[in-house]
């Protein structure tokens, strides 16, 4: 209160002192006006600015990450692309030597069938014998009127006689003839099943070149996109490699499991080997350390394996090599992670038995009584943790695919994650720069507000001065363009 | 350089640094010291000291130190241990080791014998220099007696003792009959063994009575 009253003009009349003291400060604010906005709007530009620039670099910065993460993903997915094309047209390859190589035998047996069945069919087309000439003489006499004459009749009936026979014998030679057309017709049968299966087996075949030949044609097309540099691709890859980061990632997580139960059951019994008293850490002994490492070892072998078989392209070295040495490194990594699986067997095995006497120890010193013997029963967990042991190496071999995909899609996701993180830092500075600038004016403002009489005076005279209506308070944006430093 | 590059540096680079400087060169192993106080009427409760015995067997782990040694006349002395052992590292031959030693130590608690006298602190200073010699990183005494000192006429132990990170545990402190009669000789008792022992520079001092609750022996360890 004291300093208070040091302050006051009347300490006794406290209201007129500090209308007094505000008229004073108002005056001298005024005489400082020009200055002071000019101290609040470099304040805010010299704040603003450096912050805008910080968003306008990390907003380059993005956008060259962005077009780097472009052009990564762009070159991934036309290698990727440009392999299965190869690989279709391999298969296509391989289709056409197949089938055309049984073409010229396949074309000839149906040259063979066609022309059987050509030479069967005009057999089939040859027409029984036409009757005799003498049908028409036949067709006169019987036109001939008996007039009941036993001559003549007697010749008719001889004539009848001797035509009913003809037309037996003509009758019996044109039903032989048929026949034999349909003998021949029938033997056609064969030779058209086998036609129809050989056209059939020609379909087939091209059915199956136009199916594959239309996966070239889509991944073709996908390529062309991809040379082509199009959005559209750039999408669909990143969308394939956010799904494949998060596939690939479950199956490792799923694998991690597997590896923890696998560590379980070596980490015990590796005691045994290099100790149970020797720690790495406060808390991790040397022997966990030693079970991790036989865990981690299985996990590189079946790595080796996966790369010598050219099922993953973790190491271009790998695949680089001839097939002899690729060979041998795949019997080598193969003995290996036999030795190790054998090894781990053996390891769960003592894990079950030092259990057991650990138990049996612990039993002894209760005074407890010995547990019965369960027989067969009791050595099934035994059986199955050696069994485990010596299958979960071999397991984890597999992981070096899911780890090979989870590499590479993560170079796009961890991209495209920091590209996103830049870009919304360089949004935050922009927001926090031109929170700065608007500031300033708000200062500006708010200071001619605390000025507002003295101001109000100065309309007033340059209204007297001019003769007409009072301007506006002095435009604060006039100095204001001049020190905006863009 | 490629991802594969990076991502194979950062992981030989880290387990270099963990190979290098997290290696804890710290002793994790712990030495425990049994005192078992086998004067007069005392030497009748050797068989709960036996449960104590088979207790610490059971809990304490390959590379780790025991030794049984019983508190008679005067204590000080390396024939006054009746079993000691440091366990192998490896677990089946350190359970072959506490096979052995339960059935030392069982064969003598069964046949001990009251002695006159009970020199408690010369026990102490023959742990500590076990415990010592050890190099273990937990040292602990377990006291088995009723930690009432009883010393011949020629017998000097009236000196500050070294106990230095060393946890003393008083065990079955049973009561006598004159603490019966008046428990202020009791509290009295164990208030100016805590008080020696913590002069002493001792860890840690506990009193369990309670045989069912042994495994406050190692709580804070």
Redesign the interface.
């Given at each position: 209160m004291m300093d208070l009253r040091m302050w006051m003009i009347w300490p006794d009349n406290a209201a007129l002192s500090i209308l007094v003291l505000s008229l004073i400060a108002m005056v001298v604010l005024y005489a400082a006006r020009a200055p002071m906005h000019g101290l609040m709007r470099s304040a805010s530009h010299a704040l603003g600015g450096p912050l805008r620039l910080g968003a306008r670099w990390l907003f380059g910065v993005a956008g060259e990450m962005k077009a780097r993460n472009k052009a990564v993903l762009l070159a991934q997915g036309r290698r990727e692309s440009g392999q299965r094309i190869e690989r279709e047209f391999e298969r296509l390859g391989l289709l056409v030597t197949r089938d055309l190589q049984g073409y010229p035998t396949l074309q000839r047996k149906l040259l063979e069938e066609i022309t059987r069945v050509e030479e069967d069919y005009k057999k089939c087309g040859e027409v029984p014998p036409p009757p005799p000439d003498w049908v028409d003489a036949v067709a006169a006499v019987a036109k001939i009127k008996t007039g009941g004459g036993e001559v003549v009749q007697k010749i008719l009936v001889d004539i009848r006689q001797s035509l009913e026979s003809i037309h037996d014998k003509a009758l019996a030679e044109y039903r032989r003839a048929y026949q034999m057309r349909h003998s021949i017709l029938e033997g056609f049968m064969p030779y058209w099943r086998s036609l129809d299966k050989t056209m059939k087996q020609v379909d087939k075949n091209m059915s199956d070149m136009h199916d594959t030949a239309a996966a070239v044609d889509a991944q073709m097309a996908t390529y062309k996109e991809i040379a082509a540099r199009s959005d559209e691709a750039e999408s669909t890859l990143t969308n394939s490699a956010f799904t494949q980061f998060a596939i690939a990632g479950l199956v490792m997580a799923v694998a991690l499991g597997g590896a923890f139960v696998n560590f379980k059951l070596i980490a015990?019994p590796m005691?045994?080997m290099v100790?149970?008293?020797?720690?790495?850490?406060?808390s991790?002994r040397t022997s966990e350390v030693a079970a991790l490492v036989i865990i981690l070892v299985e996990a590189s072998m079946g790595l080796f394996v996966m790369e010598s078989l050219r099922i993953t392209h973790?190491f271009p070295r790998i695949a680089n090599l001839n097939d002899r040495m690729r060979r041998r490194m795949v019997w080598i990594s193969l003995g290996l992670l036999l030795t190790l699986a054998g090894i781990e067997s053996a390891l769960a095995l003592m894990r079950d038995?030092?259990i057991a006497?650990?138990q049996a120890?612990?039993q002894?010193?209760?005074?407890a009584p010995a547990p019965v013997s369960e027989g067969w029963l009791g050595r099934i967990p035994t059986a199955g943790q050696m069994l485990l042991g010596f299958i979960l190496p071999f397991a984890l071999a597999f992981v070096a695919v899911p780890l090979e995909s989870f590499?590479h899609s993560?170079?796009t996701v961890g991209g495209a994650l920091l590209v996103n993180l830049v870009s919304a830092l360089a949004f935050a500075l922009r927001i926090f720069g031109s929170i700065a600038r608007q500031a300033g004016r708000v200062l500006v403002h708010a200071y001619d507000v605390l000025i507002v009489l003295p101001l109000l005076v100065e309309q007033l005279v340059h209204s007297v001065r001019s003769g007409g209506p009072a301007p506006e308070a002095r435009p604060v944006d006039a100095t204001e363009k001049t020190l905006r430093p863009y | 350089m490629t991802?594969?590059t990076l991502?194979a540096s950062a992981a030989i680079a880290g387990l270099s640094l963990?190979a290098a400087g997290?290696?804890?060169s710290?002793s994790?192993?712990q030495a425990v010291y049994m005192l078992v106080d086998s004067s007069g009427t005392y030497a009748r409760e050797a068989g709960k000291a036996e449960l104590v015995v088979?207790?610490l067997?059971?809990t304490l782990?390959?590379?780790?130190s025991f030794a049984v040694a019983r508190v008679e006349n005067r204590s000080f002395s390396e024939k006054d241990i009746i079993a000691k052992a440091m366990f192998d590292?490896?677990?089946?031959q350190?359970?072959a080791q506490?096979?052995a030693f339960?059935d030392k130590t069982g064969a003598f608690l069964k046949t001990v014998q009251g002695t006159a006298h009970t020199d408690i602190t010369g026990g102490l200073i023959q742990g500590a220099e076990f415990l010592n010699e050890t190099g273990a990183g937990k040292k602990t005494i377990i006291i088995f007696s009723d930690m009432q000192e009883d010393l011949d006429k020629v017998t000097v132990r009236d000196f500050p003792i070294r106990l230095d990170n060393i946890r003393v545990i008083a065990v079955n402190v049973t009561k006598l009959n004159a603490d019966n009669i008046d428990p202020r000789r009791y509290l009295g008792r164990l208030e100016a063994w805590q008080k020696r022992v913590n002069a002493a520079g001792a860890s840690e001092w506990k009193v369990i009575n309670d045989i069912e609750r042994l495994d406050g022996i190692f709580a804070n360890s």
């Open positions: 015990l005691s045994e100790g149970a008293s020797d720690y790495i850490t406060a991790l973790l038995m030092l006497d650990k120890l612990l002894s010193l209760a005074a590499i993560g170079r | 991802m594969r991502v963990a997290c290696v804890d710290r994790h192993a088979n207790y067997l059971g782990r390959p590379g780790d590292t490896r677990p089946s350190a359970n506490k096979r339960r």
